[in-house]
């Protein structure tokens, strides 16, 4: 568990950095592209290991998406994807605060899927539901108006033992006997047994961290296939190449967009604009680049993004 805990914070303090980077700087490489994708990946999988234990009494089953009472362990509530994905997503947040925008854009929005705030508080309102029915406090998951939700510091969140044995508590007087009838098959054997069990496991889910590490690495630096391939050359404005996806849209309205926003196309050197489009959320980007997306160089962008596509 210590060696997932290890590899997870440097994959998330790698992924926080790209997401800084891109946020923040408004600058974008084709190697941080392909790079963001494969951090996500493995973080993703790292993220669905094991179990947690929340406020030392719920355990949450990421691999099944499933939450119990420790001390009713035969007593389980499968979670909907919708909210086991937002559980995850705030036991990540370790009690920051989530923003609806960023909750419904990793549950839903990777998907294409379009939903409203109305369907993300639906969810966190059932969650919350199952969570008291297990015995959580009602303020589990706290809605901070106008900001978003987090789990509040008052409520710990740990990593949990992955293998674990419950015991019943109409069982207990059994298994007491058990013990004395048997102390040394069950002292003895059954934890050496375990112990080598999850140390083969730590070590091949690390060779696996590592194998996916290097295999991103391979792929960033030998990426040739353009990004032209799915966004063709639509036509050329000022200084500018624009490049979007073929009978989407015409050049008359990217100009426009161009204009409206003051997107410099007039530099001396010819430039790479890509228009990105999603009509069913109304989000729009522009990346503005000095050289092509194709892998080869340093394609040096600056991205654009705002909603309210106009057809």
């Given amino acids: 568990m210590h060696l997932y805990l290890a590899a997870a914070r440097c994959l998330f303090t790698l992924r926080h950095y790209i997401y800084v980077k891109l946020n923040r700087d408004k600058t974008l490489h084709a190697p941080g592209i392909i790079l963001s994708l494969w951090v996500a990946f493995i973080t993703q999988r790292i993220e669905m290991v094991g179990y947690y234990l929340i406020d030392k009494k719920i355990v949450y089953n990421i691999d099944h998406g499933e939450v ?8 389980k509530v499968k979670l909907s994807n919708p909210a086991a ?25 990777q998907k294409g899927v379009i939903v409203g705030t109305n369907t993300l508080y639906q969810h966190i309102y059932i969650l919350r539901k199952h969570l008291c029915s ?30 674990v ?12 006997q058990q013990v004395e009838e048997q102390p040394v098959l069950i002292i003895n054997e059954l ?12 070590i091949y889910f690390m060779a696996m961290v ?55 196309c007039n ?5 790479s604009l890509y228009y990105f489009v999603n009509t069913e959320i109304k989000r729009e980007s522009i990346f503005l680049c000095d050289n092509r997306i194709d892998g080869n160089a340093r394609s040096n962008c600056k991205s654009y993004h705002w909603t309210g596509y106009e057809n």
């Avoid at 900001?147 to 969140?157: D, H, L, R, Y």
């Avoid at 109409?170 to 007491?176: A, P, R």
């Avoid at 530099?267 to 430039?271: D, H, I, K, L, R």
């Fill in 267 to 271: 530099n001396v050197e010819s430039q």
């Fill in 165 to 176: 044995e419950y015991v019943k508590q109409e069982d207990h007087q059994e298994q007491q």
């Fill in 134 to 163: 297990l015995g959580c406090d009602k303020n589990i998951i706290k809605t901070t108006p106008r900001s978003g939700f987090n789990i509040p510091q008052e409520f710990t969140i740990e990593p949990f033992q992955d293998e």
């Fill in 191 to 202: 934890p050496k047994k375990k112990t080598g069990f999850i140390k083969k496991r730590s």
């Fill in 85 to 109: 994905k937002c559980l995850q997503k705030l036991i990540d947040a370790e009690h920051q605060i989530v923003s609806p925008d960023e909750l419904i854009d990793d549950i839903w929005g």
């Fill in 68 to 75: 119990f009472n420790l001390n009713e362990p035969e007593v």
């Fill in 210 to 264: 590592f194998i996916l590490i290097i295999g991103s690495s391979i792929y960033i630096y030998n990426a040739k296939e353009p990004l032209e391939v799915d966004y063709t050359l639509i036509g050329k404005y000022q200084h500018c190449d624009i490049y979007g996806e073929d009978g989407k849209l015409t050049l008359s309205y990217i100009k426009s967009r161009i204009d409206t926003h003051n997107i410099q």
